[in-house]
């Protein structure tokens, strides 16, 4: 069972609950929650939620029996943060996730964090005004899946329960997916788990790393730029003697990369200037000198992989 927020409740019902931060301009939204849930499995419980930036945390603990008269004892954390909102214009450069479930008997718990950015960026270069060109972002990921663990001794039903942590890590402009990061880690018994990972819908890449994005523009117009980054973590039992718990930890953390390069009509343009609706500096590296990666390249789905030597472009103010 996935536990990003999406799944934890309808999807009207997690729009409604978003805290949406102003003063903001009516094209650049920020937009965060935090969500857990523990109670008797495998019926519908309580949620509580945080909606309070710029750490959006939460926990919450329960015990009692399910409706079999099994007994359970349950605890569920989530957290996401934007460290650095209160220091605009620098205020998306560090995104952190993590969040955690455990179980003990006939109980569930679940966590879910979820952040989304919209902005609209405009970049412009002398001469350049109403001309097509190429902008590419980068973006380092970091982090842990601690795992789904699940222990139990019911020989003849060992799939009783389950484990599940999941995370996403999204890039679009407009209607376009540019950059598409998952990993899922399935425990439903305690000898077998699986764990899936997928960059841009191609399975068994590292979801880990330094990426490039490029993305499409008119040079003076703005286009739209969106970041959703959610995880979750579930925990659930049927039996007395079923234990199970799963964690995420990307706290180390999204970091934005700031402007690889801009190009037009296959020229790289060196003379630029880059605004957007939140003020936000999308060409400035928030990457810490200690994370650079060595300089490799991978092409794949439309995705670079490339080290920060040749990361960042000047910019021109």
Not at 36 to 58: F, H, K, L, Q, R
Not at 82 to 88: C, E, G, N, S, T
Not at 128 to 134: D, R
Request: charged share 10%; hydrophobic share 40%; proline share 7%.
């Amino acid at each position: 069972m996935k536990t990003t927020l999406e799944t934890m409740m309808p999807r009207a019902a997690l729009l409604a609950t978003l805290t949406f931060l102003s003063p903001v301009p009516a094209d650049a939204t920020l937009s965060a929650n935090t969500e857990v849930s523990v109670g008797p499995c495998c019926g519908v419980n309580p949620i509580i939620n945080d909606a309070t930036p710029p750490t959006w945390s939460v926990t919450t603990s329960g015990s009692g029996t399910n409706s079999s008269g099994v007994p359970f004892s349950a605890i569920a954390s989530a957290l996401a943060e934007v460290p650095l909102l209160a220091a605009p214009p620098s205020a998306y450069g560090i995104l952190k996730l993590s969040g955690t479930a455990t179980n003990t008997g006939g109980g569930s718990a679940g966590a879910g964090s979820i952040i989304i950015i919209n902005d609209t960026p405009t970049l412009t270069s002398p001469g350049l005004s109403g001309q097509p060109g190429v902008v590419t972002f980068g973006v380092l990921l970091t982090g842990t899946v601690a795992g789904s663990t699940k222990t139990d001794n019911n020989v003849a039903n060992p799939f009783d329960g389950s484990a599940e942590t999941n995370w996403q890590y999204l890039i679009m402009s407009g209607t376009t997916t540019l950059l598409q990061l998952n990993l899922d880690d399935i425990q439903r018994s305690a000898t077998s788990s699986t764990i899936n990972t997928q960059v841009n819908g191609v399975q068994g890449v590292d979801p880990y790393g330094f990426f490039t994005i490029p993305v499409p523009f008119t040079f003076g117009s703005g286009f739209d730029f969106s970041v959703q980054f959610n995880g979750g973590a579930s925990a659930n039992g049927v039996r007395d003697f079923s234990q199970e718990a799963s964690s995420l930890d990307l706290t180390k953390s999204v970091y934005w990369g700031g402007i690889v390069s801009v190009t037009s009509s296959g020229q790289t343009i060196t003379n630029y200037q880059l605004t957007s609706a939140s003020g936000f500096a999308w060409d400035q590296s928030f990457v810490p000198t200690s994370s650079v990666p060595e300089p490799t390249t991978l092409a794949l789905a439309g995705i670079v992989l490339v080290g920060l030597g040749v990361a960042r472009r000047r910019r021109v103010h």
